[in-house]
């Protein structure tokens, strides 16, 4: 029961109860005498005021608690928005800052790469570019630190880009070795499958980022 149709039931009970007992003490039926009616609304009225003003009372305490209930929960949803609002300023700021890595990763990976088979004169290392070195060295630091910063959409998407990378690693590798006899002459079939590989993983690794198709 609402407290509107609770204060409703105590008003009916105690006018019944006040009518029943002034006509049973005073009256067997309706007079027809003006002054009986007027005492009568006289004994109504001093009899069920003091009961209306502590029922006025109440409801308006009971108002007072309602207002301050709807208040506090409107307080509650405006702070739970911010919160909420919050949390995803701090989400997209850890996204934007992912995004930001993930970039600067490829064009460092791609930065190393290009230089692979150009190097600066007498850069060289027994007899081999230090730029193909680094390529290698670099190759080996991001499948073991760099990888698991991008998202692959299956465990076979990332061995997919786990093999083509060990590939070029140990293609680079075995040419490093053939390189240390500094009379092997560097071909067009050493340098050509790792510029499409070169090509084909920055790409890939752009369109990864960027929630794209790839095909290797």
């Given at each position: 029961m609402t407290n509107k149709n609770y204060v409703c039931t105590i008003v009916a009970?105690?006018?019944?109860?006040?009518?029943?007992?002034?006509?049973?003490?005073?009256?067997?039926?309706?007079?027809n005498r003006q002054s009986d009616w007027s005492d009568f609304a006289t004994f109504f009225a001093s009899t069920?005021?003091?009961?209306?003003?502590?029922?006025?009372?109440?409801?308006?305490?009971?108002?007072t608690k309602s207002i301050e209930r709807n208040r506090q929960m409107n307080e509650d949803a405006k702070n739970n928005e911010q919160e909420k609002r919050h949390e995803r300023e701090i989400e997209h700021q850890k996204a934007m800052q992912l995004f930001?890595?993930?970039?600067?990763?490829?064009?460092?990976?791609?930065?190393?790469?290009?230089?692979?088979?150009?190097?600066?004169?007498?850069?060289?290392?027994?007899?081999?570019?230090?730029?193909?070195?680094?390529?290698?060295?670099?190759?080996?630091?991001?499948?073991?630190?760099?990888?698991?910063?991008?998202?692959?959409?299956?465990?076979?998407?990332?061995?997919?880009?786990?093999?083509?990378?060990?590939?070029?690693?140990?293609?680079?590798t075995s040419l490093s070795i053939r390189m240390k006899d500094?009379?092997?002459?560097?071909?067009?079939n050493d340098i050509v499958p790792f510029l499409d590989f070169k090509t084909q993983l920055i790409k890939n690794l752009y369109a990864l980022i960027l929630e794209r198709k790839f095909e290797w």
């Open positions: 009970i105690l006018s019944i109860g006040v009518l029943l007992t002034y006509f049973y003490q005073f009256h067997v039926g309706l007079s069920l005021s003091p009961v209306l003003a502590l029922i006025n009372i109440v409801v308006f305490i009971d108002l930001r890595l993930r970039v600067d990763t490829i064009q460092r990976l791609d930065s190393v790469l290009e230089k692979t088979f150009s190097p600066i004169i007498n850069e060289c290392q027994n007899g081999i570019p230090t730029t193909l070195l680094s390529t290698v060295s670099e190759l080996e630091s991001f499948l073991k630190n760099k990888m698991d910063i991008f998202d692959f959409s299956s465990k076979e998407e990332k061995e997919l880009f786990m093999r083509k990378i060990i590939e070029c690693h140990k293609s680079l500094q009379s092997y002459k560097v071909e067009k």
